[in-house]
C-alpha cells in the first residue's frame, strides 16, 4: 500500500478550496494571514520535495511561489494573495517547460509511475500532451494574472475557484480519452 503524501494532499485540498477560504480569511482576519499559511506551506513542501526525491524543477517552482508572495505581499498585501493562483500557474509552466529541456517530461514522468515500460510511442505522446498543459497553464495564468489586477473579488473567484479547475478537468478527461485511443493504436 503506498504511503499517503500528507503535504500534497493538503496542499492539493487547500489548491481546491483556496480562492473561497481565502476572500473569507482577507475579510474576518486580513490577508497577511493567508499569506503567512500558503508561503508555509509552500516552503514545507519544497522542503519535503528535496527529500522525497521530487522532480527538482517543481521543488524549486514551489519555492519560488512562496518567494513571489512574500515580495508581492510587501507592496501589497491583497494582491499578494489574489496574484497565488497565477503564481502557482506560473510555477507549474516553468516546471513542465524546464521538464521538455531536460527530460523526462513531466508527463512522461507520471505515466512511467503507472507504466513503467512506457515505448517510444508513449514518449512522444507524453511529450505532445507536455505541451498541451504548458499551453493551459499560460492561458490560465494569464486570466489569474487579470483577474488579480482588474476584476473584484466575485469575478476572481469565480474563475480561480471554478472556472479555472473545471477548465482543467475538461482538458484532463480530453486527453484521457485520446490518451485510450492512443494506446489502441499503439497496441494494433
Known sequence: MKRIDLSALVLGLLALVYPIAAVITVRT?????????????????????????????LTLALIGVACAMALTAAY??????????????????????????????????LARLHEPDLPPSG??????????????????????????????WH???????????VAMAVLFAIEFAIRGFVR???HA
Do not use: H
Open 155 to 165: 469575478t476572481w473567484t469565480l474563475f480561480n475557484g471554478v472556472i479555472a479547475y
Open 29 to 57: 482576519l486580513g490577508p497577511l494571514w493567508v499569506i503567512g499559511v500558503l508561503c508555509a506551506l509552500l516552503a514545507l513542501r519544497g522542503a519535503l520535495g528535496w527529500t522525497r526525491k521530487a522532480p527538482v524543477s
Open 76 to 109: 501589497d498585501q491583497q494582491l499578494s494573495v489574489r496574484l497565488y493562483p497565477a503564481f502557482m500557474n506560473a510555477a507549474f509552466f516553468s516546471a513542465f517547460s524546464l521538464s521538455l529541456l531536460r527530460g523526462p517530461s513531466m508527463i512522461e514522468r
Open 123 to 152: 514518449v512522444r505522446y507524453t511529450r505532445r500532451v507536455t505541451w498541451v498543459w504548458i499551453g493551459f497553464f499560460a492561458l490560465n495564468g494569464g486570466v489569474a494574472v487579470w483577474t488579480a489586477l482588474y476584476a473584484d
Open 184 to 186: 489502441k493504436d499503439a
